[in-house]
């Protein structure tokens, strides 16, 4: 892991996160359309001596203003390390990229304070800007919201807007994270899957594999990245959770519709199954599909029926097996699920049915 100095800008690798001296903060911010500094760019042993000629006797004056703020607002917080995405990792290295990637979760977990900075939301009286701030719109920023213990919002003076705890309500209605989650009082994972993928149903990333690489931390998975592989990254962080967690709720995309018995769950499920002809398989070909489950819930101990992966199965099997043994059914036949492609149709719509 690869840390600034926060007096000098200066690059030091470390190896392990959890052995910084002091700790470490950590920016999470929004890249800006003109560029940002790079693995290359911060100032090196050379070009801090080079700042001595200078008009500035700073050498973080040599960086991007927002990331020489970020070093003196860490610095004067009492941090001798801090990290940015945009200067921390190596991108021309393809083994470096690809650690950091999986490690970012617990990279910001690990922090002992995560500086939020909101480049469009200005001083003083925030009201609506906070909730319109482009911050809450991109996939990466989701796991810098979740995994920090300690999230503090700056505006664009780097002012103080207020923390993570403080915010959490207005968080929760703009994230759809709830506020259990964002405070620790609930472990996200003990969240439904689908609950999870619905917080980042709605956000957006410049690359359309970043869509699932984003997501790696929120469900503990670890998997190579192949930049150019387009949807097939969603498709195989799918196959991952499948391999991993027995939560059914993976497979609970598309648009809802209650039920409120098991016949009509029936019903409902033998007429969606020849709509389901032209899906080959399970699973979801975008996030976005599961905008609507944000309140899916998945309960071992209780019967948790949804129809919608009734009707899949249905359309597989041909059995309705699947009422008494999802989970079972689901482990029997992920083998040749993870050789799964969906067809580029609209989701189907879902049918769920909770019984005591």
């Not at 103080?160 to 964002?182: Q, W």
Request: net charge negative; with cysteine.
């Amino acid at each position: 892991m690869w840390l600034l100095s926060t007096a000098t800008a200066e690059l030091k690798f470390f190896n392990d996160p959890e052995a910084i001296p002091g700790g470490y903060a950590i920016l999470s911010h929004v890249w800006l359309s003109e560029g940002e500094d790079t693995f290359q760019a911060p100032s090196t042993p050379t070009t801090v001596s080079e700042a001595k000629t200078t008009d500035s006797d700073d050498p973080r004056d040599l960086i991007s203003p927002k990331v020489c703020a970020f070093l003196k607002l860490a610095q004067r917080d009492g941090y001798e390390w801090a990290w940015s995405d945009t200067c921390c990792i190596d991108k021309a290295s393809s083994a470096e990229l690809t650690e950091a990637i999986n490690s970012m979760f617990r990279y910001y977990q690990l922090s002992d304070v995560c500086y939020v900075y909101l480049a469009d939301v200005p001083p003083g009286p925030f009201g609506k800007l906070f909730a319109q701030s482009r911050w809450h719109t991109r996939g990466w920023t989701l796991q810098e919201l979740i995994a920090p213990k300690t999230v503090l919002f700056m505006a664009a003076d780097w002012t103080l807007i207020g923390s993570k705890y403080e915010l959490a309500d207005e968080l929760e209605r703009v994230a759809k994270v709830p506020v259990e989650v964002l405070r620790f009082d609930k472990d996200v994972a003990e969240v439904s899957v689908a609950a999870r993928m619905s917080w980042a149903a709605r956000r957006k990333t410049t690359r359309v594999e970043d869509e699932a690489y984003c997501l790696f931390g929120l469900f503990g998975i670890n998997m190579p990245t192949l930049y150019g592989e387009g949807q097939n990254a969603f498709y195989r962080l799918q196959q991952e959770i499948m391999r991993t967690s027995i939560d059914t709720s993976l497979v609970a995309w598309g648009t809802v519709t209650p039920v409120s018995s098991v016949e009509e769950l029936l019903r409902r499920a033998r007429m969606a199954a020849g709509h389901l002809q032209g899906y080959e398989f399970l699973l979801a070909p975008r996030v976005e599909c599961y905008r609507y489950h944000a309140y899916t819930e998945f309960d071992e101990s209780r019967r948790f029926l949804c129809a919608q992966e009734v009707s899949r199965f249905f359309a597989l099997t041909q059995s309705i097996c699947i009422l008494t043994s999802i989970g079972t059914l689901l482990h029997s036949v992920k083998t040749d699920l993870a050789k799964s492609r969906l067809s580029k149709q609209s989701p189907p719509m879902a049918f769920y049915a909770c019984f005591p």
